[in-house]
């Protein structure tokens, strides 16, 4: 490896927008952590370093808090006007949109598909497998995350 890749992979780590990006995330998926270790939803190690590092929904909404320090970093470092600001936002908005209702919806649809498929396994009419219910957030989930982010990004970039 070049001196030169190793130099620009040392820059993306010192660089204020992407560490208030990481920052933002790992903030956010340690709050809800905390919030379901202190009210007993977690069962084992697993589930605790699964809920840290990978397992989405909860508060605050991890994908929400990332994508609004972005956009804020970036607003702040680039300019409100700049081509790199507009497509951070709308970026946001698509992540923002998804976080509730595309994903809220299908865990939504998951869980009742389970619930009949598991009836009917149970009444030898069909064998069934669960689908993976995937959880998206409710809209005061999505909220903190947000308001995380973009206080994170704003820190950062005054900071």
Excluded: Y
């Amino acid at each position: 490896m070049s001196s030169t890749v190793i130099n620009q992979v040392k820059m993306l780590f010192l660089n204020p927008i992407f560490i208030s990006c990481i920052l933002s995330w790992l903030a956010a998926q340690f709050i809800k952590t905390l919030i379901k270790l202190i009210s007993g939803r977690i069962s084992s190690l697993k589930d605790l370093f699964e809920l840290l590092f990978w397992r989405t929904g909860g508060m605050p909404s991890s994908h929400s808090a990332l994508v609004c320090s972005l956009c804020t970093a970036i607003g702040f470092n680039s300019g409100l006007d700049s081509d790199v600001f507009i497509l951070s936002f709308c970026f946001a908005l698509v992540v923002i949109r998804d976080a509730l209702g595309v994903r809220r919806a299908s865990g939504i649809q998951a869980r009742v598909l389970n619930e009949i498929g598991t009836t009917l396994d149970e009444q030898d009419i069909l064998k069934f497998k669960p689908v993976k219910e995937v959880h998206g957030h409710k809209p005061a989930e999505v909220f903190i995350g947000c308001f995380l982010g973009i206080a994170i990004g704003v820190a950062f970039s005054v900071l």
